[in-house]
């Protein structure tokens, strides 16, 4: 069964700093991997895609990793801003005949100038 | 701009009324999904649909829960009667196979 762990739960950091997200699964056999952000009371905007062909990513600051054989994606910011302060959350497929997300507990992040 | 829209915004109801959350997926997507979410729980799979089909709806509590697509426009959840313990955010997801999940705001549920 796929069981998605994110690490650290929370995070606080300065302004500027940059960061890593960490987010690993149990079953590799994946075909994407989605990395989202919840800001408090709103719902989840996708961020970025991996699919497992890729090993990389990139959207503005932000650049997702995806290690397949090693169960592992992380989300790398940089230069970290006030802005970004929100829940960042990883979902795979549960297998790879599916497209039922399941997703980890996520990240806390609050970034403070 | 294309969003998955989601309606009501917010609920409360009493315990034992029936509660019905609507969802308008993008159009021309044939994913939809409905989860859950709470503290103590994170976001959990209620039902997935595919071209309005039912896939799996295992993660429902099938007594007071229903999942449907009368059409490609609209999908729907309810429930029958609500609990306090159904109380949470409510998502509806739309996408392609493959491809990005797009979530709508939620329905914040509350039953007292």
């Known amino acids: 069964k796929q069981e998605v762990t994110q690490i650290p739960a929370a995070l606080s950091v300065p302004e500027g700093e940059n960061l890593v997200l960490n987010c690993s699964f149990t079953?590799?056999?994946?075909?994407?991997l989605q990395w989202f952000r919840q800001d408090p009371g709103k719902g989840l905007t996708s961020l970025l895609l991996?699919?497992?062909?890729?090993r990389e990513q990139t959207s503005g600051r932000l650049n997702a990793s995806l290690d397949k054989s090693s169960g592992r994606s992380t989300l790398y910011i940089a230069a970290s801003q006030p802005g970004d302060s929100a829940t960042y959350l990883c979902?795979?497929?549960?297998?790879?005949?599916?497209?039922?997300?399941?997703f980890g507990t996520g990240t806390r992040l609050q970034v403070f100038p | 701009d294309a969003r998955v829209t989601q309606t009501p915004r917010h609920k409360v109801t009493e315990m034992g009324q029936e509660v019905t959350m609507r969802c308008q997926p993008i159009?021309?997507?044939?994913?939809v999904f409905w989860y859950r979410q709470t503290m103590m729980q994170g976001l959990e799979l209620l039902a997935y649909?595919?071209?309005?089909?039912?896939?799996?709806d295992s993660g429902m509590p099938k007594d007071r829960f229903s999942a449907e697509m009368p059409d490609a426009t609209l999908a729907t959840l309810k429930i029958q009667p609500s609990e306090p313990r159904d109380s949470a955010v409510y998502f509806c997801?739309?996408?392609?196979?493959?491809?990005?999940?797009?979530f709508g705001q939620g329905t914040r549920l509350t039953v007292v």
């Open positions: 649909f595919r071209n309005r089909a039912p896939l799996d």
């Open positions: 979902a795979v497929p549960e297998s790879y005949n599916t497209d039922k997300l399941i």
């Open positions: 159009l021309g997507h044939n994913t």
């Open positions: 991996i699919q497992s062909s890729q």
């Open positions: 997801a739309s996408g392609l196979m493959g491809t990005e999940a797009f």
């Open positions: 079953d590799s056999a994946i075909y994407n």
